[in-house]
């Protein structure tokens, strides 16, 4: 389930995922397509952010990939899954999200002005 990773001269050529079980390959992607439809999880935002860029099928490729490394940490550290949200990618990058969408506004001819929540009374 690893993506291939070849490159000649800096240019890549193949993303092919490597040889491995096929069975564990479609219990994955079973599973990751169970992922993929959830509202409220990691998972499926990220297969929705994913689906954007690359494609369904391969955004499917890349949840089951991190199904896979999620239960080899559970397997090795043998500790509980902790589900992260659906809201995780956007917390993680708050300052990147408010700089882009105040970018936007400013192309789109607006002149604006932020304030936090607690200070507007």
């Known amino acids: 389930m690893c993506p291939g990773s070849k490159v000649s001269a800096g240019k890549r ?16 992607l079973e599973a990751a397509h169970g992922a993929s439809h959830s509202k ?9 952010r994913l689906a954007r860029r690359i494609g369904k099928k391969k955004a499917l490729v890349a949840v089951a990939h991190s199904i896979l490394v999620i239960i080899y940490h559970i397997l090795k550290g043998e500790k509980a899954y902790h589900e992260l949200g659906s809201t995780y990618f956007e917390e993680r990058e708050r300052d990147a999200v408010k700089r882009r969408a105040l970018r936007s506004l400013e192309r789109l001819g607006y002149d604006v002005s932020l304030q936090e929540k607690g200070a507007v009374a």
Do not use: F, H, I, V
Not at 13 to 28: D, E, I, V
């Open 13 to 28: 050529l193949s993303g092919k995922t490597t040889k491995g079980s096929s069975w564990l390959r479609a219990a994955l």
């Open 40 to 48: 409220q999880s990691d998972l499926g935002e990220q297969y929705r």
